[in-house]
């Protein structure tokens, strides 16, 4: 158990729909990653968040965004979903900027 | 061309072998990940180095960053080793993102 915390831990909705994935990161860790992982692409790096603030940003797409709260939980809004956004997305944290990342168990996003 | 490479893509084991998994990068890095992704999907932080070796029980990674090429190595390997291991750098201008290897998926038969 890395304690990085996902829910839900699987989703399944339709086309056109919105989610949102929640992300609760090691006690102390500042920093949150999130990734998604579909078959055709691999792993890829969607942003990053350090204490509240936007740090990096990857290959995300303009219908999605995310945030992270004061409490330092983070959630990832996924919209207009396409049948091509179902994937692996997975939420990792670490203490600070580069240090090492722990992942959390992931979501599994199914697009009917 | 990915700038992270790994071989084998695949790769089947008896149990107690000696294996090996390369990673090769194409670009400059300040550190590089092994990951370990079981069947089940969860993902294990093996290793983070930027030099030299490290190691952690039977595991063991090695890192030339002259040669831009990193090494996992499994020792007495077991079944339950069977998993996708996957490579992932940080580079020198990504800041703190990480760019992923496709994995090697290994099998370790009985």
């Known amino acids: 158990d890395s304690g990085v915390t996902q829910t839900p831990k699987h989703l399944i909705t339709a086309t056109g729909q919105r989610v949102t994935l929640r992300c609760s990161p090691r006690s102390g860790d500042l920093s949150v990653y999130w990734y998604q992982q579909s078959l055709d692409q691999g792993l890829q790096f969607l942003i990053q968040?350090?204490?509240?603030?936007?740090?990096a940003k990857g290959n995300i797409l303009e219908r999605f965004s995310a945030q992270q709260f004061p409490d330092l939980h983070s959630e990832l809004n996924l919209s207009s979903l396409e049948l091509g956004d179902s994937a692996l997305y997975f939420c990792a944290s670490s203490v600070a900027l580069t240090d090492e990342q722990y992942f959390g168990p992931g979501t599994r996003l199914t697009v009917t | 061309k990915n700038e992270v490479e790994q071989s084998p893509q695949n790769l089947t084991a008896q149990e107690g072998e000696f294996i090996t998994i390369n990673c090769s990068y194409s670009v400059g890095i300040s550190a590089l990940h092994w990951l370990q992704q079981h069947p089940g999907g969860g993902i294990v932080s093996l290793f983070m180095l930027s030099s030299g070796k490290k190691k952690h029980g039977r595991l063991i990674a090695t890192i030339n960053i002259q040669e831009k090429h990193s090494s996992l190595h499994i020792t007495a390997s077991h079944p339950r080793d069977s998993a996708v291991y996957i490579c992932a750098v940080r580079t020198e201008t990504s800041g703190s993102r990480l760019t992923f290897g496709e994995g090697t998926q290994l099998t370790v038969n009985p």
């Open positions: 968040y350090y204490n509240g603030e936007e740090r």
